[in-house]
């Protein structure tokens, strides 16, 4: 639908059908909706209500009854299963639609992924859908599973365990995978979501309703491409103050960009807004499908540190030496020891074991051993919380310790308890027991540092949400721009300099005082006032290069040399173009010092305008040391945008320099970044150089463009 | 042992010993002597020699006769397995010298790491060792494993299966976990050690032997610190050429490193140097544990890539996104099909499978699909490897699938080909089957990718070494400097630029034209001959502070000029300082335009100098942008140094700028490289900075400073 949000209540009957029709079951076990039909009837995740095979030469499978056509299926039936050549899906649709069905699962391919023919026919699977008030998801996905009515309309073989954690994929093949793993693991789900070729229910829709399933606790994706950016937009901003919200997308190193014209449009590749939107609104990145698990994982079963100090248990120095050293890419930290509980653990250790940094209790340490130091630990007042490491031993019993950890967790839910057990068969029942207590089981200690930092990242987000909720901010008010749409309808495409310049000046960007001189008198009293060094301009339609015929005079330090400037620039230009109209010579503050750094916007064809800053010279081209974020900011967004550019350590005053503007650096993006978003006219821009002055001094854009489309 | 390497023929009884006894060999099943013996005896991966628990309480433990000391076993015994409280080890030890044993591995702790008294008592066995000609493994160690021999000295549960990777451990505990992990995924080991505190059996002397095992086609590493570091830098200079070695050490990222007085030295992290070996002598570091034996797996079961083309091909969409996603970060890029290839192809796969991207078969993708497809695109010109995807799908037999694969690589070995499958349970059997087939077998996706990535680092620099070789060098001789050792002998810490200059000029860096004028005749005859602009400066021991006397002009830029500054300054000096000696006026060419760099040398306590790269200004300082080799480099080694620096590009002459004179400062670089190899007393220097100027016109160090030790 094109609408920003629909009525996540209409998703319903995808989850809670209270009748699911198969229409082409088959009885060949050979066929994929012959798995459709297991999966609907199985005895352990099957659908409790009533399952219809619609399919007019059989009278049963796996002995169920069928029925001959979708009207003849009695009720209730509110969610059909299409699994049909494509060429028979809409026919059936249209019967669904008038047999009373409200959602429909279409599993077939053949539509808009194989071209034109296939565009018309969902083209027309829409329109019947809208007809009949009709929900659709895919065609070309395998469907939903919910765990808890339960209900399962894919044809993957095995159903995840109960669990807090959704998916929803724009791969129908990656859930195969997905599913296996995590029933492996152990790991629970609570929906699984695959919606194919997006006709109507798009990744938006999808996720508000995810957001409002009291079954989901963390949200993950798998994304390709986003259908409807607004919408996408919104949802993360439902979403990511409720609830943990994982992503990774693809597409994240296509080459392949179209050419742009600005430096901006050069510089942010595809991936840019994307990145930008998950930083604003609070969704977390994965570097990898196993890592959005992993993360997902710990999200989901342990509360969200207070801080970043993480203590080590562990029986073996060396993973405990390899956690250490991952904690810095995530931003933690190796907790110390409180010495008050280092003599408590102290008092039941082996003498030989190490209690102020990485606890490591030896390689014997028992069952009892670590249950009592995690107990002890948890108390430390300088913890944040703890990773638990085991490397198997002739002695020791991996499930057991999983299970004196779960009744230490269980007498605290403050601070978050994740677990590396090294190994794989020695540690497979520890896994699954670890999973059934919510205890995140990693086999590796960098796999579960990256959770550990998944929570921490989380925490630092809601954090700085609710200190930027509290802060009262006034922010530029976003205005559609009569002079841009003027020049937008009179099919200007690219403005120059002075017309960005001025337009921009009307958004409360500085530009240079600059005023324009019609007699050697009023030219030195202008010089007087706009201040030192000054360079002179003549203004005539009638001449191009101005520089060529002297007209133009730079570093004038004087009033008097002012009034001297004005009278050559006549003289000259009556010299060379003795016909040339003047209106009149323009006078402009040169700007001398200050940082120069590059603003840009670029409008992502789906997310919006996206807000680039660099800092001038080389760094940003050169060195690409730019940064994002989608328009408008808020004024944390802002500052964010700057701290992540490496070199904007330059504004700070290095070595001595005087610290820059950056109060008016800041004000400069909000301003852009609300006028980016107010004037959809605009496709890029740049203010290249914005010259940041020392503090108290202001920013003062030197050049700048607008491009139209 | 202190020398450079030991012989490694030496350590041959640790893996091929004609007998074991075992010291401290208990009945009580609890404890880890009794696991020894276990492993020693095992049906399948025992020891088939004999084996000798010594015991003076028991007969037999396990059927295995006991003898109550080491001087009643009988012939043959030349490996001992020591398990005995620490206390005990010395004097067993000297009687397993007595009784003529070779080897001896000492699993017991209570040595260097608990402080003091372990000290004394290590110290003490190495004594021992070096009386009878004994080399020791440990103490603190838990041994070896060799699947060929076959023997287990551990009392790890488990022996992993026969293959080509070695696995050395600096951490005793890892090895449990690793261990078991091989086992659960089928992955062959040679040979194991653990080499625990390595009071005899370096880390240098036990990877020297594993080049020698005919066995061990790849070496994975954990290291926590560096024994011996000329050793080691040997070790894998003797290595690297002939097999992969693959790393993970941990204190990446250790604070707390000492305060230095030099640039360089407060900027080289205490990895630095490490990650430098690892670079320069064709070791590959690993990013994780699990990216270790991933990598390590490519390496050993599939040839080298000739270049970095991944075809992939794959039965689902989404995984093959997210691959291709993955090849930049390893330098690799996705395939395109060879139109010709394209057609065969399309001949017998579905009319909607993709074959020009990845090949995407679609989801009923059949076990003859996969194979017909395999040797198709293994023909392909245009593609130098394969990843083959599979998602578990109804239908599909992954198990299947891998013996399908495995005869199509059987019949060629000319590209490599890895295998991602994802999910748990139904691919397990594949895992263990395309591991006996040498098919390297991952989980997701970015494993897969990250694991090619190993072979194709590997195979570019063997690639670049083969270059490397056939080019004839002319590197500069390394020297010890008189100057150098004379500064030394008279106990100065830090030479101050003068000197700095006037010694780096000796070995052929370029400093300022500079020449003392006696009179101002002299002057104007210097100034014709160095060329402008100039600065002249007062020589007087007398006067410290020359500028605040007006004794430094700069910027003469004629000859005339030179002649009136020289009377000038000395007019000046007289006036001012009556009494001053006046040595003479300096003339000194100012360096006008180029690039500033900085070029540093830091020694590392264990891997000797570490040369630093940098651009000046804030690039190297406030940015971090700089690189890091040890001394001496190569040529292109000394090019790499500077192409990984991301400010270099600035050198290339960038917005019409001229290119700078790389050569020369790549010359520059290698006669520092030389100079600080060859002289040890150096322990930092600084050329900050070094003024590359335009292309064919020099580089010229500006300043320096050389600190001794």
Redesign the interface.
Known sequence: MNTLVTDSASLDPFFHPSGVAVIGASRDS?K?SY?VLQNLLDKEHGFPGPVYPINPKADEILGCKCYPHISAAPDPVDLAVLILPAGMIAESLEDCGKRGVKAAVIIS??FR??GKEGEERERRILEIARAYHMRLMGPNGIGVIDTNTPLNTT????TPPRGDIAFL??????C??????????GIGFSRMLSIGNEADVTETDALLNLAEDPNTKVITT?L?DIKNGPGFLYALQTIAPRKPIVI?K?????SGQAATASHTGAMAGTHAAFRAACKQFGAIEA????SMFNGALALSYQPLPKGKRVALLT?????A??A??????YGLTLAKTNPHIQSELKAFLLP?AQTAGPVDML?GASTEEYKTALSVLLRDPDIDGVLVIL?????NHPAEVVDALAEVMNAQNEKPVLACF???????EAFQKGHAVKLPMY?????AVESFGALWRRAQWLQKQSAHLAAAESLPIAQPSAHIAEAHRSDQIALDSETSLAILQTIGVAIPASHIAHSADEAEHIAAKIGFPIAMKLMSPDVLHKSDIGAVIINIRSAEAARQAFDEIMERTRRAVPAAKITGIQAQRMIVGGIEVILGVKRDPTLGPLIMFGLGG?YAE??A?VSFRLAPLTRADAEELIGEV??A??LNG?RGASPSDISALVNTILALGSFAAANPQISEMDINPLIVLPEGQGAIAADARILLA
């Open positions: 050979g994929l798995g391919g053949g992924e194989i044809f993957i073989l095995g994929s724009q791969s129908g093949a990656l195969g995978g997905v599913i296996d793993w995590v029933i492996g693991r798998y390709e990774i693809t597409g994240r190193t296509a570097a990898s499908v196993e029986n073996a120095g060396g993973p030496a390899v250490a050293d991952a904690m810095e890419t030989d390689g490397v198997p031993q002739a002695l090294m190994g794989e068969t020695s540690v497979s086999r590796f200690p960098e796999a080389v050169a060195l040391d490496r070199s350590k330059l290095l």
